[in-house]
């Protein structure tokens, strides 16, 4: 493994939702960015994001990974969600909401330790 690939496999495990997208949710470098970026907010489930647009060893390791050459890319606990044209379309659904919810609320316990339960 390269240090790109050991990057994002960083990223991934330290993000359970994740966006690789030109430019920032804030200023999204493209309509398709924009429109994935607003319905990601609308879940108002919290996300992670990385420019790519800054480093073009990671938009192509992540292209190389994903198998998909288009941005946005978002992963849910570490795996790649699919094509941004599918994806923008499932976040208006509530099911695909409730994974993204899901994914952090499994980041949130450690796999090592059980849950805590008072009898």
Not at 59 to 67: M, T
Not at 106 to 113: L, Y
Request: charged share 25%; no cysteine; proline share 8%.
């Amino acid at each position: 493994m390269n240090l790109v690939q050991e990057l994002i496999a960083k990223q991934r495990e330290l993000n359970p939702v994740l966006l690789y997208l030109r430019g920032t949710p804030d200023a999204p470098g493209d309509a398709l960015t924009a429109r994935f970026v607003d319905a990601l907010r609308a879940t108002g489930v919290p996300f992670a994001h990385v420019d790519i647009d800054t480093d073009s060893e990671l938009a192509l390791a992540l292209q190389a990974a994903s198998g998909d050459d288009a941005f946005p890319q978002l992963y849910i606990g570490g795996e790649y969600a699919g094509p941004p044209e599918v994806v923008v379309e499932k976040l208006r659904e509530k099911g695909f909401r409730e994974k993204l919810l899901r994914a952090v609320d499994r980041a949130r316990i450690p796999a090592s330790e059980p849950p805590h339960v008072d009898l």
